[in-house]
């Protein structure tokens, strides 16, 4: 943490490969989560880009009281946002399950994934802030700044998630068990 | 940690990602297009704290300047406290009245009358003495 503010020091005060160190600590972790943000690989990457650049050109303005990754995050929801509000606008939700670039991922690893059943089950924010806890271990305070979220609806909502991917979980096994 | 949470980490890590060195560089390339404007948005927003006070400054002397000149500049017209009678009906024409007047002189009685007044005032003015111990 004491190495990413000198780094965040030096690249407030010009130095391009501070920041460049930032982001690369953060390019893979950010690109998973876009990942199940956006439609496509290449949403997610646009959106990548399109968050370190804004996160370069307002570096003055970051508040060290938030947590850097915090105030990524933000930025990296925002992006997301607005990229899937072109494709929806321009040429019509193109979402197909076969290009979800999430499910690629996954189907790489070729393991059985609890976060395709949250997409499946869960909203969008209620993904994000469900990742935001258990994949990025942040705390309440933190998701509800990135969401721009009430820490009680961060709350409430973290526990419906618990409940539903609990159940999902249940399910999977009792399902390995029926057929295994 | 429990089952869920743990799971759901280790799923998180388990999403295979890899950021290209084409990606890399394309990052790379745009930030360095950024950095070269980035300079100026800071400067602006970056201003020694002399610049606003020097500012701040202008502005005070500059509101000064403003209301000696209005003050100095100024002429207060003075306006008749009466203003002339504007008759449409030419003094010539105004036939003039001879009024048959003669001065009062002052009788018996009234002057009799005017030293029991004056009486009356010095008793009054004699009574309020005492009563104020004079």
Redesign the interface.
Known sequence: MTDELHLIDAAKA?S?KA??DL?KSY??RL??FL?TRCASHADA?DA??DT??AA??Y???YDPRWRFSTWLYRIAIRNAHKIRQENVVEIGDLSDEEDDP?LH??A??E?E???VS?RRVLNDDVFAA??LR??E?MSINDISKALDRSDSWTKVNLLRA?KA??AE?NRENNGKEAYG | MDKLAEQLRDDAARIDVRVSDEFDRRIAASLEAVSHEVPKSQRIRQRPAAFWWASSLTGVAAALVLISLINTHSQVEDVPLVSPITSPVSVATIPSIDWKAESAMLTQPLKRELEDLQADLKKAEEKVKKEIGL
Do not use: K, P
Request: net charge neutral.
């Open positions: 010009g391009a920041f460049a982001v390019q893979v690109l998973r990942l990457e990548l880009q370190f650049i370069f050109r570096l003055h303005s999430l991922c996954i790489a690893s393991t994934n609890l976060w949250a469900t990742w258990y994949a271990d618990r991917l609990d979980m």
